[in-house]
C-alpha cells in the first residue's frame, strides 16, 4: 500500500521561499517517478513538476526557473524547492507517486495535500 506523507507548507510573504517534502512508503521507490501538484482555489489540479526514477525533471511554465523538484531515494523523499513565490502559487499542493507514459506524467497515488498561501 502506497502511502505519501507531505510537510512543509505554510503562509510566506511574496518573493519568499519554501520547501515542502514527501516521503513515501509502500513501493520500491528508487523505480518509480514522483510529482508534485497544485490545486488553487475554483482551478482545477495541475501538474508543477515530476521527477523519473533517473532524475530528469518537468516543470509547468509557469514554475520554470523558480521552482526544483528533486529526489533521495535512500531517504525515499522527494522535495519542491519554492523561491520567488507569488500570489498565484497559493494552493494545496499534492505529493504524487505515478509513471510517464509517451512522455507525460501521469499521476497514480496521492499524499493528503498541504497549504501553502502567499500573501502580504
Known amino acids: 500500500q502506497v502511502q505519501l506523507v507531505e510537510s512543509g507548507g505554510g503562509l510566506v510573504q511574496p518573493g519568499g521561499s519554501l520547501r515542502l517534502s514527501c516521503a513515501a512508503s509502500?513501493?520500491?521507490?528508487?523505480?518509480?517517478?514522483m510529482g508534485w501538484y497544485r490545486q488553487a482555489p475554483g482551478k482545477q489540479r495541475a501538474l508543477v513538476a515530476a521527477i523519473t526514477s533517473g532524475g530528469s525533471t518537468n516543470y509547468a511554465d509557469s514554475v520554470e526557473g523558480r521552482f526544483t523538484i528533486s529526489r533521495d531515494n535512500a531517504k525515499n523523499t522527494v522535495d519542491l524547492q519554492m523561491n520567488s513565490l507569488k500570489p498565484e502559487d497559493t494552493a494545496v499542493y499534492y505529493c504524487?507517486?505515478?509513471?510517464?507514459?509517451?512522455?507525460?506524467?501521469?499521476?497514480?497515488?496521492w499524499g493528503q495535500g498541504t497549504q501553502v498561501t502567499v500573501s502580504s
Open positions: 509502500g513501493s520500491i521507490f528508487s523505480v518509480v517517478a
Open positions: 504524487n507517486q505515478g509513471a510517464y507514459y509517451s512522455a507525460s506524467y501521469v499521476p497514480h497515488y
